[in-house]
């Protein structure tokens, strides 16, 4: 055994070392200076990279960076027109995701489309997932969903305002399982909003970056769960329960609910009626739905509560917007197609996308071949992470960036196409590209015209009634998520208030 570990360390050590010696041999896009075997392992920053990434942009003058860790290339791409050369232009190249150890074989997540290598499983899931979710059929259905859940999320704001930031995840939990399995969930405490939210807390940790040696030391995933040190054994034993529960729980119930013949059709609901019962094919059924919870949840809410926070910061925004919604509603709550009547609170909503990042560093791609780009040699199996932060807070694209201003998107009162749409970024890029784009943005619009026309969001105020300044923290991860914040949420006026009452759709809930 020693003599082994011994070779295997040996050969390890001299597999780095080239890859080190043959990497100074190219001409690699500029970086911070690399130590021997490990690389830039101890300058990669471990809090808002996004930041240091951007910085190291300037430093060296360039939009493209190029970093190395224990032998793993990891190519920066800090503008928008760098992503979309790269990942839009050359997708054949850029389309693939890397391979993390406890991700992909430990913690039963594996099985996401969004995380798997460009291939046929990837390629025939996303069709499959794109023929439903991308189909008339399906938008109608859905902007009816929306409406439901929409006013139903209006309702709980009135009820029990402090909340916001819970309601807001169970409007998307809502809609999600509703379009995904035919379930129509309770506003409080649904069992099945549970068992995903339960998943997707224990999945959270996956999407740190560095938080898992394993990740770095593959061969750990050996290590048994009993030995000392292996946590990350144990977590991922809990990984792989709440995965499989999430993805079984929530099928079992579409099947009951057809058996009983009391269902709105959904896309597994869809499938099944097409008489899949190959097991093969009712498994990939599985995955494919699970993925929408996964991808939609965190990313969507994300959006909602940064809404909420840069109300509460700019009032004067507000103001604006419930101006707007005022002279084309009349009185009445907002449907989608009011929202093209809409260029300020659209110019707002591009806004929020910009202005907090959701997912400040997209989803990392990986390049499948060698490649040259403006001279640069860019490795086969490189890491190719696109820092929509550097890009959303571009002073070329976004000047004063940190200002939230939708007035930035707007020309003589209408939407300006000249200026860059932060849509375009924050949704990712090349085949790739985020598959609920759509989806999202239209819960999103339609849930900030209705809190908008139905409320005034407040700061806070303290004992001695000065206002308080909400702080604007995120968690730190892959999807940033604003943390809790006072607001105070105030219906507008009491007619607004019966409106809320009257058209909350409580009817239909069991
Ligand atoms: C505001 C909300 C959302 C944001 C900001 C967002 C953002 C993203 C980003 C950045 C990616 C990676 C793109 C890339 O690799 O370049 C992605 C992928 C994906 N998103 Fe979204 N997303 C949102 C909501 C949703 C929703 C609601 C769904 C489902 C209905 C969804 C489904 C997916 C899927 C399936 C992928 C994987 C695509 C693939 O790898 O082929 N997303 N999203």
Not at 61 to 84: M, R
Not at 454 to 474: C, Q, T, V, W
Not at 486 to 500: D, G, M, Q
Request: with cysteine; net charge neutral; glycine share 6%.
């Amino acid at each position: 055994m020693a003599l082994l570990a011994f070779i295997l360390g040996t050969l390890g050590v001299v597999v780095l070392y080239w890859r080190y010696w043959r990497n100074g041999q190219r001409h690699l896009p500029p970086g911070p200076k690399k130590l021997p075997f490990i690389g830039n392992l101890l300058s990669m920053p471990r809090r808002a990279e996004w930041e240091t990434f951007a910085d190291w942009g300037k430093e060296y003058n360039s939009d493209i960076i190029h970093a190395s860790a224990l032998g793993t290339s990891v190519v920066i791409l800090n503008s928008y027109q760098v992503a979309v050369d790269l990942l839009d232009k050359k997708s054949a190249i850029y389309s693939s995701r890397p391979h993390f150890t406890m991700f992909h074989e430990l913690s039963g997540w594996g099985y996401l489309f969004s995380m798997l290598p460009y291939g046929d499983v990837w390629r025939e899931s996303r069709r499959i997932f794109t023929k439903h979710f991308n189909s008339s059929h399906h938008d109608a259905i859905n902007q009816q969903r929306d409406i439901l859940y929409v006013r139903r999320f209006i309702w709980q704001l009135l009820e029990k305002p402090h909340g916001f930031l819970r309601h807001a995840r169970t409007l998307v939990g809502s809609t999600t399982l509703s379009m995904t399995y035919s379930i129509n969930v309770r506003p409080y405490d649904d069992p099945l909003i549970e068992i995903v939210e339960n998943a997707v807390e224990t999945a959270v940790e996956l999407l740190i970056a560095g938080a898992f040696l394993v990740d770095v030391f593959p061969l750990l995933k050996y290590v048994p769960k009993w030995f000392p040190g292996a946590k990350f054994q144990r977590k991922a034993a809990i990984m792989r329960e709440n995965s499989e529960r999430l993805r079984n729980a929530t099928f079992l119930t579409t099947e009951k609910l057809m058996e009983a013949g009391n269902y709105s059709p959904s896309f597994v609901s869809d499938a099944l009626r097409e008489n899949i019962d190959n097991p093969k094919d009712i498994d990939l059924l599985k995955d494919i739905a699970a993925q929408v919870y996964m991808a939609g949840a965190d990313t969507t809410a994300s959006a909602l509560g940064t809404f909420f926070l840069s109300m509460v910061c700019y009032p004067e925004v507000q103001k604006k917007a419930q101006r707007e919604l005022d002279k084309v509603l009349n009185g009445r709550l907002p449907e989608h197609g009011d929202i093209v009547s809409l260029p300020y609170l659209h110019a707002l909503v591009k806004e929020v996308y910009r202005w907090k990042p959701i997912t400040p560093l997209g989803l990392p791609h990986q390049s499948i071949s060698d490649d040259l780009y403006k001279g640069y040699h860019i490795p086969r199996n490189s890491m190719v992470i696109p820092n929509q932060w550097a890009m959303l807070n571009d002073e070329r694209d976004y000047p004063e960036p940190r200002h939230f201003r939708p007035e930035r998107f707007l020309k003589d009162g209408r939407l300006d196409h000249s200026v860059r749409d932060p849509m375009d970024i924050a949704f990712g890029f090349g085949r790739r590209v985020c598959a609920g784009k759509h989806i999202a943005h239209s819960t999103i619009m339609l849930a900030a015209a209705s809190v908008l026309s139905s409320f005034d969001l407040l700061r806070e105020r303290d004992e001695n009634h000065r206002e308080i300044d909400p702080k604007g923290k995120y968690t730190h991860a892959l999807i940033s998520q604003p943390l809790d914040f006072p607001c105070v949420i105030k219906p507008r006026s009491a007619y607004a208030a019966e409106l809320i009452r009257s058209s909350s759709g409580l009817d239909i809930v069991d």
